[in-house]
């Protein structure tokens, strides 16, 4: 007994020294799995993420993208051990056979694990302590926080990940076990080798995958900016992906009954073993290959994402404020606001600054639900596309504001939307209904974004401040006592030289009478380069992580079909089959298989983009032109970078299932 003891750690080391070719990947990936999450993890648990100016809106995504990488390592981890215990299933069938009884095979395989869970978290904590510290910069660097903070190695860090590895070897343990121990030794020699069975409502899967594909496609062809747009991404992710698999599934098996119903193209040799095997193995290769399409979208809108958040970083931050500094006043205070315009420039030219973008200007805002050209005082709460602005002012306001020379009738209104366009001939207030004279296409209050349908302003001008009045007073406001007036602009200068300058007109404004507050927008900009730049973190790494799992499935395919058809070719080179028609059936095989799930990633990432614009929309994104841009360019990129891979990969098929001289 003590002899069996260690005996079977000596022959676990063996097994996996000698079988190094399906053992080292696997230990490879779990290598790069588990540092992942060490290094995720390492940063959450430094103190200083805690303390950090700003720094809270990094770490919220950082904390977001630990829970999402848990969630994609687990089945990925699983899905690779799925290959390496399909390949060892033949040896096990052979220790059986040979006398050793299942409870050692048992004892082996778990000494295997250990061996394996003992390498692979040493390996991946060393290379959390010498890279995460760089990762760590990364972030502070992208965030815009300071970069001169000391980066601690946390003990619950590493805990959590010895933990995190430990939970997955054993759910992968457990399973290989349960497939050994169903087992009997003819099996296990067979089941390697074994076929699948074809399964069965081929056209009713079909069917059911085209019907939730169409169903996530028509979510994310008419998904607006609105309160419901994240809950519908998440849905029609769930429809498509879903639908992804059953396509895969039975329209592949379809189109290769389809060839093998043509003689004249089955009955040659590279065709007849390409449709062969894939039938041979049709379920597994339809789940690789729906795996290949969902990890190349991944990759994909990943990447155009980060990139086109970082091309546009500075036009997003400065959309959301239209001017740096601004002023705001209660009831007339037109003098105040002219006095103050008249120290802001004094004090601009004491401090060496220039000012910029000046703008006055006196309305009435009130707040309303909009029901196509009506506006009233209650709506669905939840409904935050419908709520917006009014923003109320007269002609001469107007024209005063724009430098413009406008004219009006009675029952007549300007309008201006800082979204779509209202696109009405009348606007109904309540039960007041006014003609739409003009729509503007462009203000100095507001931007215009044609797609942002939340928290739009409407800039509405009327002939006379009567009209004001009575419009403002059907939402509750009295025109007279809460008509609001509003200094802003922007500075040009040495940053010491804006902030003596913001400190000394503040004091300046707290005194008038009118003041009604005072807010320099550079502390907000900072926060919201914060936050864009953990999201461009956060794109980063999880376009790094999409593509090496997209690699290693692609790898682990090639490996294990090569295996799976190396007698097929043996038998075929006996018959005749030179090394010319081999590779020939190779890149046949390949431009069948793997062209399908790149075809579907690109149609996916082109039906998909209106809703990722959609989103994207949500943190003030909406260049049209540079997301379109973007999306070509990374389709291509990706294109390119996944026939490389390919070829690659096949090199690596190609070597297995050529004849040995």
């Not at 606007?427 to 044609?450: C, G, P, W």
């Not at 009045?469 to 939402?475: A, H």
Request: with cysteine; glycine share 8%.
């Amino acid at each position: 007994m003590k002899r069996q003891t260690s005996l079977l750690p000596r022959m676990a080391i063996t097994n996996i020294r000698k079988n190094g070719s399906v053992y080292f990947p696997f230990i490879g990936c779990s290598i790069f799995a588990v540092f992942t999450y060490f290094a995720f993890d390492m940063i959450l648990k430094n103190d200083i993420m805690y303390t950090l100016p700003k720094g809270a809106y990094a770490l919220v995504l950082v904390q977001i993208g630990f829970s999402l990488l848990g969630i994609i390592m687990v089945p990925f981890l699983y899905y690779t051990n799925s290959f390496l215990i399909k390949r060892r299933k033949r040896e096990l069938g052979l220790y059986s056979i040979l006398g050793m009884e299942k409870k050692h095979i048992g004892i082996m395989m778990f000494w295997e694990s250990a061996v394996i869970y003992f390498a692979v978290t040493a390996a991946a904590v060393v290379l959390g302590v010498l890279f995460s510290r760089l990762i760590f910069l990364l972030l502070l660097n992208l965030a815009k926080l300071p970069v001169n903070v000391e980066f601690t190695v946390s003990p619950r860090a590493i805990l959590d990940t010895l933990i995190f590895y430990a939970f997955i070897t054993g759910l992968n343990l457990f399973v290989n076990l349960i497939q050994v121990g169903k087992s009997n030794p003819a099996e296990l020699m067979s089941d390697a080798k074994r076929g699948e069975k074809e399964p069965k409502r081929i056209g009713l899967w079909a069917a059911v995958g085209l019907a939730a594909t169409a169903a996530g496609y028509y979510l994310a062809i008419t998904a607006q900016l609105e309160s419901r747009i994240f809950t519908d991404f998440f849905l029609a992710v769930f429809l498509v992906v879903y639908g992804t698999y059953c396509l895969f599934t039975s329209g592949s098996i379809a189109l290769l009954k389809f060839f093998k119903g043509r003689k004249r193209y089955y009955y040659r040799p590279e065709n007849f073993i390409t449709v062969s095997g894939m039938l041979y193995r049709m379920k597994k290769s339809a789940a690789s290959l729906s795996n290949i399409c969902i990890f190349s979208t991944m990759v994909i809108i990943t990447v155009v994402c980060t990139v086109a958040v970082y091309l546009d970083m500075d036009i997003i931050v400065t959309s959301n404020f239209t001017r740096k500094f601004e002023v705001r006043f209660f009831g007339e205070g037109e003098a105040d606001v002219e006095g103050l315009k008249t120290q802001a420039r004094e004090l601009a030219v004491r401090h060496g600054l220039v000012l910029e973008e000046e703008l006055v200007n006196y309305y009435v805002k009130v707040r309303a639900y909009q029901r196509g050209e009506t506006f009233s005082v209650g709506g669905e709460s939840y409904d935050y596309g419908g709520w917006g602005s009014l923003i109320l002012m007269t002609l001469e306001e107007y024209n005063l504001l724009e430098g413009a020379k406008e004219t009006l009738q009675p029952g007549e209104v300007i309008i201006f939307s800082s979204g779509p366009d209202f696109g009405q001939e009348k606007i109904i207030f309540e039960d007041k209904v006014f003609n739409v004279a003009e729509e503007m296409q462009e203000s100095r209050i507001s931007r215009k974004l044609t797609n942002n349908v939340m928290n739009r302003d409407y800039v509405v001008v009327f002939a006379d401040r009567q009209q004001v009045n009575t419009v403002s007073t059907l939402y509750g406001v009295d025109a007279f006592h809460q008509r609001s007036g509003y200094y802003g602009f922007s500075l040009q200068g040495e940053d010491e030289d804006i902030d003596r300058f913001s400190e000394e007109l503040e004091a300046c404004a707290g005194s008038l009478a009118e003041f009604a507050g005072y807010q320099d927008h550079r502390e907000n900009m900072r926060d919201q380069e914060s936050m864009y730049g953990g999201l461009l973190f956060i794109g980063i790494f999880f376009g790094s992580i999409f593509l090496i799992c997209l690699l290693i499935i692609m790898y682990y395919k090639q490996i294990t079909e090569g295996f799976e058809d190396q007698k097929n070719f043996e038998i075929m080179q006996k018959v005749g089959m030179d090394e010319r028609e081999i590779r020939r059936t190779v890149r046949k095989q390949i431009s069948i298989v793997f062209g399908l799930p790149l075809i579907g990633a690109i149609l996916h990432t082109a039906v998909g983009m209106n809703m990722v614009y959609m989103l994207l929309g949500a943190i003030g994104f909406f260049e049209t032109p540079l997301l379109i841009g973007c999306t070509i360019g990374g389709c291509i990129v990706f294109a390119a970078v996944y026939g490389l891979s390919y070829r690659r990969t096949s090199m690596a098929y190609y070597r297995i299932v050529k004849r040995m001289n």
